[in-house]
């Protein structure tokens, strides 16, 4: 009897769910693979030299021009933004650093169409507001480029569904340029992980909590106009729109899509007490400005969400822009024999049965000789570098030469369209589960049932030697590699 009530309430519980995302709009699951086939460590073919067009070269793709400038056997060919200064500011800049060549300028709203249809390169890097970066990747796709894509790639399950089909089609990676994936402590996690160090993981928690009232107030950087566009996606929007950064180097070491996968979540917020009033009512914005609108933000401050994983595993991710808050990834792997968190680098494992203590973690001293000794390979062989080229304590750089590294050399990109759909796809769900009383709301299996085919995320590496790059060969002073 009481078997037939749990799988009773297990019927109902899924059918509502199915029901719930059917009238929501959303496409559950399609029906197999385009003509394509599966994406899944699909490897391109090799490029010698790869041809790079920068579409948004605000605050984050400028930096993205400084970095990738610095990578042998990368070519600049094109720089696009709708503001002609800031292809002038490239340009300098480059011309400043005796970039060999002049890449091409395609300025205007619409230009980067032109640049994704015609122009000479093999690769977009896109860095625009969040709502064009879909429309921007399917352009590329759909003209022959690899797309490499800022987080958070796409905002909806119907764009998300769009890039899959199309790279399907197209037999062209789609990578979502997640550097928190090559974070020390994400990759010291990984490499745990992958040691067995954890045990199985059971669960894991993820955040994007980051104080950005500064810049989104108007006493914020002038450089960049990243408050006008995340300020209106916050007026509008509940839910987490920036899951991506907490998100994704969890499933890079749950092996999400690479035997399991993310089957539901619940998500639930709080007001927009930060939000709202103490930032956005000032006498110095001028009457027209969005921000006195009244109450401006629909955006909570806090959103937590929790998934469960086809396997069982559950994982929490919080989104948090607006209270004053100290910066935190969380960064938590839980597993049957140890635990490691950041913020700070915390850990505890089960070296003898139950001799650690209940209540203890690993004393300072002993937490720094795990962190040393279990240090990723590609941390160990190129953080020094990519710490003095910059761009969040090195791991933006880290991102730029893996995928540079596995384009050069016929290898599959460490994150592939399955990842940017799992995860982007949050956008959508976690509002329509915070808009329905936090309701348990499916997410898509983009892989088609594919997950249960492909291994995990390995332990990856660079040769630098290879890449024609000396990690001696950096110039502390101006950021810059000698190569
Ligand atoms: N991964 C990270 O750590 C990280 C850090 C910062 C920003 N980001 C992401 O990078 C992206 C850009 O952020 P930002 O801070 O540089 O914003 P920004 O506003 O400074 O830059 C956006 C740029 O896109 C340009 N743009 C807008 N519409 C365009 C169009 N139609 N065609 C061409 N260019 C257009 C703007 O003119 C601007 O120069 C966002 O998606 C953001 O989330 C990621």
Redesign the pocket.
């Given at each position: 009897m009481k078997a037939q009530m749990n799988r009773r309430d297990f019927f109902m519980g899924t059918a509502w769910m199915v029901m719930a995302a059917l009238a929501a709009g959303c496409r559950l699951n399609r029906l197999g693979f385009g003509e394509g086939g599966s994406m899944q460590n699909f490897a391109f073919r090799k490029l010698g030299r790869i041809r790079v067009g920068f579409?948004?070269?605000?605050?984050?793709?400028?930096s993205a021009v400084h970095r990738v400038s610095m990578i042998p056997g990368v070519d600049i060919v094109a720089l696009?933004?709708?503001?002609q200064d800031?292809v002038e500011l490239n340009m300098k800049w480059l011309a400043g650093n005796n970039y060999p060549t002049v890449p091409k300028a395609y300025v205007?709203?619409?230009?980067?169409k032109e640049l994704c249809d015609f122009g000479e390169c093999d690769v977009i890097y896109c860095?625009?507001?969040?709502a064009?970066?879909q429309p921007?990747a399917m352009r590329a796709l759909l003209g022959g480029k690899i797309a490499l894509v800022?987080?958070?790639s796409a905002l909806t399950v119907d764009e998300c569904w769009e890039l899959v089909e199309t790279s399907e089609r197209m037999k062209i990676p789609c990578m979502q340029?997640?550097?928190?994936v090559y974070g020390e402590i994400e990759l010291l996690e990984l490499n745990l992980a992958r040691m067995g160090k954890f045990g199985e993981i059971v669960h894991a928690e993820g955040a994007y909590i980051h104080d950005l009232r500064e810049v989104i107030s108007s006493t914020g950087k002038k450089?960049?106009?990243?408050w006008?566009?995340?300020y209106g996606e916050n007026m509008l929007h509940k839910g987490n729109r920036?899951p991506t950064?907490g998100l994704v180097p969890i499933c890079q070491t749950l092996g999400i899509n690479r035997g399991d996968r993310l089957d539901y979540l619940v998500s639930l917020e709080n007001g927009p007490h930060n939000a709202n009033y103490e930032y956005f009512k000032k006498e110095f914005l001028a009457d027209d400005d969005p921000r006195k609108k009244d109450p401006p933000a629909e955006m909570g401050d806090m959103n937590t969400t929790l998934i469960k994983t086809a396997k069982g595993k559950s994982i929490m991710v919080q989104h948090d822009v607006s209270s004053p808050r100290p910066y935190s990834r969380i960064s938590l792997i839980s597993g049957t024999k140890g635990i490691v968190r950041d913020y700070p680098f915390r850990c505890a494992f089960e070296e003898k049965c139950f001799d650690r203590g209940a209540h203890k973690w690993f004393d300072d001293q002993k937490a720094a000789k795990i962190r040393e000794k279990y240090m990723h390979p590609l941390w160990r062989d190129v953080s020094d570098m990519a710490r003095r080229v910059g761009g969040?304590g090195g791991m933006?750089f880290i991102m730029d030469l893996r995928w540079a590294y596995c384009l050069q050399n016929a290898e599959p990109l460490d994150m592939d369209v399955y990842d940017l759909a799992a995860t982007s796809c949050l956008c959508e769900l976690t509002e329509k589960s915070v808009r329905s009383g936090s309701r348990p709301v499916a997410v898509p299996d983009f892989t088609r049932g594919n997950w249960r085919n492909v291994e995990p995320w390995g332990v990856v590496g660079i040769d630098l030697g290879k890449m024609g790059l000396d990690a001696g060969a950096v110039s502390k002073d101006d950021a810059s590699l000698n190569v």
């Open positions: 579409v948004g070269i605000g605050g984050r793709g400028t696009c933004d709708k503001n800031r205007g709203e619409e230009a980067y860095a625009t507001p969040w064009l970066h921007v800022e987080v958070t340029l997640e550097n928190c450089s960049n106009t990243e006008i566009w995340r920036y950064h969040h933006d």
